[in-house]
């Protein structure tokens, strides 16, 4: 499917994105390990989401909703050998979470996944788990999926999370629920910290230590508790809207529950600090986690620079980012993001190759980009590659481009945000 985004006027009005998708596939993954019935209330029903819903279904997890509520009836940590293959479909988070239960699990499965998915990294994950006792192989030594995991035995580890993935953090806690002994995961930057907050809600036996580096363990206490969770609406797909409102002007918009837990919010932060006019209403605690709503008015931008200690926390936002940095002042220096290579695109290709066919200038860095500041846009056609936070970020631009701007593949929008394009009218003036 192609998309036309025209300039606009203006944007009014206020929006509940769809909620988190790292807690909603959390939500699944966790209370399938659970002794009873969770609950999840505002689960993201989205592609990705709905992979690890059908993963755990197969992994003999019954799941089922009612009243717009899922409910999770946990198998108490140990699962069913599925079938058959089970296809990832585009979602690194299904694959790498589930890599770490299936590993503790005394059973084999089988994992692939689409065209992206067989790109990406995984012996990230596969390396510590088979120090961890897991038997496991794939396609380049592991490196890349199709890839099998034989699990059982497992004993605790010490890893330094070099790369600060949240991923790689969550699959080794979770094989630390199964571990004989201590595992202890250790990072340079803290990332994203969902699955230490949810397994502690659970009574797991986790410990958190912050002094140069942050350090979280695990030690195995046998059972996990059910749950409750209300999920809040995902910040990343707040920052799409968050970015509309200030790039478009006389803009103003309410985003509604809006998690802004710490190693989420480094979009916020960073747009405040170019001069966004962004404000917390309403701060509240929704299951264990900060959440606003958040208010945006338009202002000017001032270029930015972007460095690795501050990457983490917006991972997903930086190609955003560097969008809207064609409309700040100065040049705008993004360093420390060569994790952005191997993400659903490389997204440092697909954003500075995109805003050169608009005819702006960019620049790529081994490890980042450059962006040229205050440039008209004309307007013209770019290439989602079936990324999804490519297909939205740039039609964001297109609502300030002359002549709009054409989404080629921007059907991959569903992968986390399905009533992207619905939302995007709603506020349209
Ligand atoms: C995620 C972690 C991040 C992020 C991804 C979701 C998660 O990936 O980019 O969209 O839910 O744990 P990494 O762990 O590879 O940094």
């Known amino acids: 499917?192609?998309?036309?985004?025209?300039?606009?006027?203006?944007?009014?009005?206020?929006?509940?994105?769809?909620?988190?998708?790292?807690?909603?596939?959390?939500?699944?993954?966790?209370?399938?390990?659970?002794?009873?019935?969770?609950?999840?209330?505002?689960?993201?029903?989205?592609?990705?989401?709905?992979?690890?819903?059908?993963?755990?279904?197969?992994?003999?997890?019954?799941?089922?909703?009612?009243?717009?509520?899922?409910?999770?009836?946990?198998k108490g940590l140990y699962l069913s050998e599925p079938e058959d293959i089970l296809n990832m479909e585009n979602s690194g988070t299904t694959t790498r979470l589930t890599a770490g239960v299936i590993a503790g699990n005394?059973?084999?499965?089988?994992?692939?996944?689409?065209?992206?998915?067989?790109?990406?990294?995984?012996?990230?994950?596969?390396?510590?788990?088979?120090?961890?006792?897991?038997?496991?192989?794939?396609?380049?030594?592991?490196?890349?999926?199709?890839?099998?995991?034989r699990g059982g035995n497992l004993k605790g580890i010490e890893f330094f999370n070099e790369k600060s993935s949240a991923q790689v953090k969550s699959a080794l806690l979770l094989a630390g629920l199964y571990a004989q002994g201590k595992t202890t995961i250790t990072e340079p930057i803290i990332s994203r910290d969902h699955t230490e907050k949810m397994l502690k809600s659970m009574g797991a036996d986790i410990t958190i230590e912050q002094d140069e580096f942050y350090k979280v363990s695990i030690n195995p206490s046998g059972e996990l508790n059910p749950i409750e969770i209300d999920v809040p609406a995902d910040p990343s797909s707040a920052a799409f809207f968050i970015a509309a409102a200030t790039i478009v002007p006389n803009s103003e918009i309410l985003l509604k529950d809006v998690l802004i837990n710490k190693t989420r919010d480094g979009f916020i932060r960073k747009l405040k600090e170019m001069g966004a006019n962004i404000e917390y209403i309403n701060q509240r605690e929704q299951a264990g986690e900060p959440v606003a709503d958040i208010l945006v008015k338009s202002a000017q931008l001032k270029a930015t620079k972007v460095s690795k200690e501050e990457v983490p926390s917006m991972i997903d936002e930086i190609p955003l980012l560097a969008i809207i940095a064609t409309q700040a002042e100065g040049e705008t220096i993004i360093t420390g993001a060569s994790e952005l290579r191997v993400k659903e695109s490389d997204r440092i290709k697909a954003v500075v190759e995109n805003l050169k066919a608009l005819g702006l200038q960019a620049e790529e860095l081994p490890d980042g980009m450059i962006i040229k500041g205050k440039q008209k846009v004309k307007g013209g056609i770019i290439n989602s590659y079936k990324d999804h936070r490519i297909a939205m970020g740039f039609s964001i631009l297109g609502l300030i481009a002359e002549e709009g701007i054409k989404i080629i593949d921007a059907d991959c929008v569903f992968i986390s945000y399905p009533e992207f394009y619905t939302h995007l009218e709603k506020i349209i003036e």
């Open 1 to 74: 499917m192609e998309k036309k985004i025209s300039k606009v006027n203006r944007l009014l009005g206020r929006l509940r994105v769809p909620s988190d998708k790292s807690i909603s596939h959390r939500s699944i993954i966790l209370t399938s390990l659970a002794k009873g019935v969770s609950t999840v209330k505002n689960f993201l029903k989205a592609g990705d989401t709905i992979t690890t819903l059908n993963t755990y279904k197969k992994l003999g997890v019954n799941i089922y909703e009612k009243n717009e509520v899922i409910y999770v009836e946990g």
């Open 106 to 149: 005394n059973i084999f499965a089988a994992f692939t996944g689409d065209n992206s998915l067989r790109k990406r990294p995984m012996k990230r994950v596969l390396e510590p788990l088979r120090q961890m006792g897991a038997v496991a192989d794939g396609r380049k030594n592991g490196e890349y999926l199709p890839f099998y995991i």
